[in-house]
């Protein structure tokens, strides 16, 4: 069994005083560090959008911020302009230990589609890579945290249980955004995918 610390999005944006700032997101961080000391890999994923994307309510005309649109793909919650590339939003937490990670993994870089999970974009179908890069390297069992735990590390840890990996979310090393029951949602799928809740 070799294990991987898989850490979702502890970005500026994430953080308070960031675009799309979740309560508290930066009092993860220091547990966060700690804990790498216990895994054989380390992987960070990072939100990573060009200006004008898809999931900005800025992007269609008439919405706002957390309003639903149909896509392709899909029903898609619009966001805040957030982690936009190159930008101080898009950067890991300037206290998190990112040089302790053997990869990042970037998503949400395709204009037209949305990326929560590590794993697979929006549509559910376009990979990232990260399961290959994981198999590669002989990883069986995922350690999850970050940000945020409704979305990215919801559909992140429900993707990696899908694919068979053996799949633990530290939930007190995430937090939530919580959109109209969306932190209940997100606990009951995971449960039910498989995933075990520490
Ligand atoms: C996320 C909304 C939009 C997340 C990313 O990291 O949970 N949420 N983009
Ligand atoms: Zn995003």
């Known amino acids: 069994m070799t294990?991987?610390?898989?850490?979702?999005?502890?970005?500026?944006?994430?953080?308070?005083?960031?675009?799309?700032?979740?309560?508290?997101?930066?009092?993860?961080?220091?547990?966060?560090?700690?804990?790498?000391?216990d895994f054989e890999a380390v992987v960070l994923t990072q939100d990573w959008h060009p200006a004008g994307h898809s999931s900005f309510a800025s992007s269609h005309e008439g919405k706002g911020p957390y309003d639903m649109v149909e896509m392709p793909y899909g029903p898609q919650v619009l966001w805040p302009d957030h982690c936009v590339q190159g930008t101080d939003g898009a950067n890991f937490h300037a206290d998190l230990n990112a040089d302790r990670a053997d990869m990042i993994v970037r998503k949400g870089y395709r204009p037209a589609i949305d990326s929560y999970s590590a794993f697979f974009?929006?549509?559910?179908?376009?990979?990232?890579?990260?399961?290959?890069?994981?198999?590669?390297?002989?990883?069986?069992?995922?350690?999850?945290?970050?940000?945020?735990?409704?979305?990215?590390?919801?559909?992140s840890a429900v993707d990696?249980?899908?694919?068979?990996?053996?799949?633990?979310?530290?939930?007190?090393?995430?937090?939530a955004i919580d959109l109209d029951g969306s932190l209940a949602a997100a606990t009951e799928g995971m449960s039910g995918a498989g995933v075990k809740l520490a």
């Open 121 to 155: 974009e929006n549509d559910q179908q376009t990979p990232t890579g990260l399961e290959g890069y994981l198999r590669t390297r002989g990883i069986t069992d995922l350690t999850m945290v970050g940000l945020a735990t409704d979305f990215c590390v919801n559909f």
């Open 3 to 37: 294990r991987a610390l898989i850490v979702i999005d502890v970005q500026n944006d994430f953080c308070p005083g960031g675009a799309l700032a979740v309560p508290e997101g930066d009092q993860i961080v220091a547990g966060i560090n700690a804990l790498m000391a």
């Open 160 to 175: 990696a249980a899908k694919l068979g990996f053996k799949v633990d979310v530290r939930m007190d090393l995430c937090r």
